[in-house]
């Protein structure tokens, strides 16, 4: 008699577990939502902050997006997607991770309303798509241009950058700082603004108050002059940046040397001490009365550069280096042999000062710098650290407004003249994919509404007199959170760079484009180590 009975095939080992069709889509999405609420309220002028503990007891007080999501430990891989957005936001602007994130929840929030009428994934992630391309083009519409000799615009898209943040009470000062800093770094080059802002080197040291931050016109470096006969201020100063040891090399191959004679031993070491003797000559022929070095500098080079009236400091970093040739115009050797008189780089002045009891070199009063610190004080650590975060969002804001050239407004108007502009387009088309790109305006729309929701204000009421302004024509008008009411946010100077919009748009509609069209979740973890990687189960604890 034969066994018609077909035996099950398995094709995973033994403890895989498997998530599959509608229940992954659901599991990821729950996940990418999670993420996007945590990071929600901290949206805004009235967002609130959030406090960051770690296992050491360390704290981090903060409402910037990437900082929150960058110290939280998220385990699900959809969620980890998330954390990607906030990164690659803060790294391509500086600025703008919490609407990235935040923007991108809701595209998936409200696919998934479109999953349980069963509009399948790829109909959603093709209307998102076409949404994406045409929310990129009306936004060239909306835009308005911007240039170096616009500082009253590019003080306010400072200043909005830093608004919402704990330095309020001093952000007018700040953003000059910022417009500052950037303007002198900024290059024309055939007819386009290349600005690298690296070149601002942002120095955070806690004493004094927020209001004590300013910008140095050449650079800061965290170290101190290698001897304490040296002079303190150097006026006029003749800077030479060393890529090489001011100290006897040893030798690459092992070798042994045999005396046979004290004296010998006493002509070897006065040998030595006439090599770094000529060493230190050799700086001081080239005209140098400061020496900046990345390696180290020998203990009795270091007393016969103090006897010569030379500053120096040494293991400065690479990065420092590379500042202070751009600053000062120095060009950095590897070889004291090849140190000439127009290597050197000049300042008007190097001092060593004391900054909450840590000793800083200050190069300062450089001709022209094409690098430039901007130094920042603060009352306690957390509030001088999160003055350097405000500090970080303006010049990234400044950099990608003058880069790009163009600018929107901000406080909502740009989203909801977008919704308004792609339900416009939706009506125009005929098959699924309308739905989506409905779905896409409506997302966002998430923007103003949460911004209503953090000031404390009826959302609804407020999207429905945003939406009949713009009805009428009104493309700047967004929420002003102070009086609650709607108002241009242009003349108010609320100000945001294009490239902001441009890059949380991109960001979150590709990243809920590939959590849609994800339908199986396979993880190969046996459930004996600690269970399943990225919460398969328990999505909600995230």
Same mark, same amino acid.
């Given at each position: 008699?034969?066994?018609?009975? @077909? ?62 999501? =960058? ?34 929840? %809701? ?68 953003? %000059? ?10 290059? +024309? ?13 942002? %120095? ?21 002059? @290698? ?6 201020? !150097? ?32 002509? #070897? ?81 190097? %001092? ?9 070199? #200050? ?17 306690? +650590?957390?509030? @001088? ?117 441009? +890059? ?16 199986? !979740?396979?993880?190969? =973890? ?17």
């Amino acid at each position: 008699m034969s066994n018609n009975q @077909v035996q099950p095939i398995f094709i995973l080992p033994e403890g895989t577990l498997r998530n599959s069709g509608k229940s992954a889509q659901k599991a990821n999405i729950a996940a990418a939502k999670a993420v996007a609420e945590t990071v929600r309220t901290t949206l805004g002028p009235k967002g609130m902050d959030k406090m960051l503990v770690d296992s050491m007891g360390d704290v981090i007080i903060t409402n910037d997006g990437v900082t929150i999501l =960058s110290e939280m430990e998220i385990e699900h891989p959809a969620a980890k997607m998330m954390v990607e957005i906030a990164k690659v936001q803060e790294e391509e602007v500086g600025d703008g991770t919490t609407t990235a994130v935040v923007l991108a929840g %809701e595209l998936l929030k409200n696919a998934e309303t479109l999953l349980d009428k069963n509009v399948h994934p790829t109909v959603i992630a093709k209307g998102y798509q076409m949404a994406s391309e045409r929310a990129h083009e009306v936004l060239q519409k909306l835009c308005k241009p911007v240039t170096i000799s616009d500082k009253d615009i590019l003080l306010k898209v400072a200043m909005t950058a830093m608004t919402g943040k704990n330095v309020e009470i001093a952000r007018l000062k700040l953003a %000059e700082i910022a417009v500052a800093a950037i303007l002198k770094i900024a290059e +024309q080059q055939n007819g386009s603004i290349l600005i690298d802002s690296d070149n601002v080197k942002i %120095e955070k040291k806690e004493g004094g108050g927020i209001d004590d931050s300013e910008l140095i016109e050449g650079i800061v470096l965290d170290k101190e002059k @290698v001897h304490p006969d040296m002079n303190k201020v !150097v006026m006029n100063a003749k800077i030479a940046l060393l890529d090489c040891a001011v100290e006897i090399k040893e030798t690459e191959t092992e070798a042994k040397i045999q005396l046979t004679d004290p004296r010998q031993l006493q002509g #070897f070491l006065q040998q030595e001490q006439d090599m770094i003797k000529a060493m230190v000559e050799q700086i001081f022929a080239s005209g140098a009365n400061v020496v900046f070095c990345q390696k180290g500098i020998d203990d009795l080079a270091q007393h016969y550069l103090a006897k010569k009236g030379i500053y120096a400091a040494r293991r400065v970093k690479q990065s420092d280096m590379e500042a202070l040739a751009k600053a000062t115009g120095a060009k950095i050797i590897a070889n004291l042999d090849d140190l000439k008189m127009e290597d050197l780089g000049s300042a008007g002045i190097v %001092e060593e000062k004391k900054l909450h009891k840590e000793a800083m070199t #200050f190069v300062q009063k450089c001709k022209n710098p094409k690098a430039v610190t901007i130094l920042l004080r603060g009352g306690t +650590q957390h509030v @001088v650290a999160e003055v350097e975060r405000a500090m970080t969002d303006a010049v990234g804001d400044l950099s990608a407004a003058l880069t790009v050239g163009k600018c929107v407004a901000g406080g909502g108007a740009i989203e909801i003249e977008l919704a308004k502009q792609l339900r416009l387009f939706a009506d125009t088309l005929s098959g699924r994919e309308q739905l989506a790109v409905e779905a896409f305006a409506e997302s966002l729309e998430i923007i103003p509404r949460t911004l209503a929701e953090n000031a404390g204000l009826d959302p609804i009421d407020t999207l429905t007199e945003l939406k009949a302004r713009h009805d009428k024509g009104e493309m700047l008008m967004g929420l002003d959170v102070i009086t609650g009411k709607p108002a241009d946010m242009w003349l108010k100077g609320v100000i945001e760079p294009l490239k902001i919009k441009t +890059q949380a748009i991109k960001s979150a509609s590709e990243v809920a484009m590939m959590l849609l069209r994800i339908d199986d !979740v396979i993880s190969a =973890s046996k459930l004996g180590k600690g269970g399943p990687p990225g919460g398969m189960e328990g999505v909600g604890e995230y």
